[in-house]
């Protein structure tokens, strides 16, 4: 994230990380997680967190707007990627405008969580 910040034109900032499992239930009960903390543990729910929500920080103010999110995102990805195949990161990181990491932004996935960033394990594609 730190990297990406470094080079994006949009200012952005972390709006959440480490999330504890009573505000993973209360986002799942709103319908803005999948996930319910409970029966299956989200990226959030870790400690360290892994996984970050973002926020673009747009005429001093927190802004959500889809544009700005998304440019942000394909930086993110894009860093990440070059990150990873220099070796300063270990794991692939998977976009919540993205989730099945197949090119296709947001038409072909149910859920969108675009200011959502997670690692990925090992094996992911």
């Known amino acids: 994230m730190y990297t990406a910040l470094s080079v994006s034109d949009v200012d952005f900032g972390i709006a959440e990380g480490h999330r504890i499992i009573e505000k993973q239930r209360q986002y ?11 029966t299956v543990i989200g990226k959030h729910n870790f400690y360290p967190s892994l996984a970050v929500d ?10 959500y707007d889809k544009e700005s999110i998304s440019y942000i995102a394909g930086l993110i990805m894009g860093v990440s990627r070059m990150l990873l195949k220099e070796g300063r990161i270990t794991h692939k990181v998977r976009w919540g405008g993205n989730w099945d990491m197949d090119g296709t932004i947001l038409i072909d996935q ?10 990925c394990s090992h094996d992911s594609d």
């Open 28 to 38: 799942f009960l709103e319908g803005k997680s999948m996930i319910d903390g409970e």
């Open 54 to 63: 973002i926020y673009a920080w747009v005429e001093g103010k927190i802004c």
């Open 110 to 119: 149910s859920f969108d969580d675009r200011p959502h960033f997670e690692l």
